[in-house]
């Protein structure tokens, strides 16, 4: 009995072995001779005025193809350009530069045309265009950007109260070198076009020249602009800590030192803390101060606490991208 079992189980395995060989043996072809062109899943469904939307397609035999932004009610096309795919490739990616431009709000969609058979086919895509927070950027030889714009650096949005809803308003904390040409204000990162410059008193001008906007010595400044006002304010920090975890209490600033120079943006100190709170101001005085948590530091933020005493090493970022703080221990 145990003899017949193992011989059937022989046949079985061999009976296998050869149906795997058979189909090894076969030859598999691959390909489709169709003509199409598919909109991929990752191509997004919305996309900010003043963004980059990039058009992920799939595409088989068709050597060129139109891709346009054509409102979702129909209409003339925003956008339309043609892609060649002489190489045949399978993926490509189209970029598409989306203006600030309110033709552009709202739902539309991604088209793309190619020939098949003989016919025209079409393929789409829907996308909603939103408006988003406009930008600002600080260029110029007295800070770490210099005088190229693809450089500059980016500001910050800012509202005065919970009252002011304006997109107007930009600030930037920037360490600025008094000898080096001082800087302007552009509202984009690819050229010239529409930059702001000193017409003098706190007053901004379009107009093109020799009007760089200037600091009379080397510090971290925080510049702030209204662009829509035409206005700029210029004033020289310095930083410290206060709040009853430091040596003086809620009564008075403990100076931080500022790092480095141009492209830098950290203050810093070592000091002993009792437990307790404490925020960062600027000038000795509550006109800017920020506080929060370490990784997202606001103007008139939260108490950020100190749980032991100690002595500490504490960084104050002030980054464009956004303001933080390492609280460590020794």
Known sequence: MKRTYLTISRLIILTFVGIITLASCKKVEHGIDESIVSISGTTPGSALLGSALT?????????????????????????????ENAENK???SHEIAVPVDEAWLGEHLIKVSY???????????AITFVEGDPVFFLVGGSTGAGWEPSAAIPMKMYQ?????????KFEIFVYLVAADGGFKFLPTQDGWDGGLGDAGDGKL???????????DEDGFYRLRIDKEALTYDILKTEWGIIGDATAGGWDADTDMTFVG????????ITTNLTAGELKFRANDDWAINMGGTEGNLTQDGDNIAIADAGNYTINLHMDPTGYKAEVKKN
Do not use: Q
Request: net charge negative.
């Open 90 to 92: 399978y993926i490509l």
């Open 261 to 268: 120079g141009k492209g830098s943006y950290t203050w810093t």
């Open 205 to 215: 001008t379009a107009e093109e020249g020799d009007n760089n906007l200037t600091v």
């Open 115 to 125: 020939s098949a058979s003989g016919g025209n086919v079409e393929k789409t895509k």
């Open 55 to 83: 058009v992920d397609l799939v595409a088989n035999n068709v050597n060129s193809m139109t891709v346009s932004i054509v409102p979702a009610e129909g209409g003339e096309s925003l956008y339309s350009e043609t892609i």
């Open 160 to 168: 005065t109260g919970d009252d002011d809803v304006s997109k107007d």
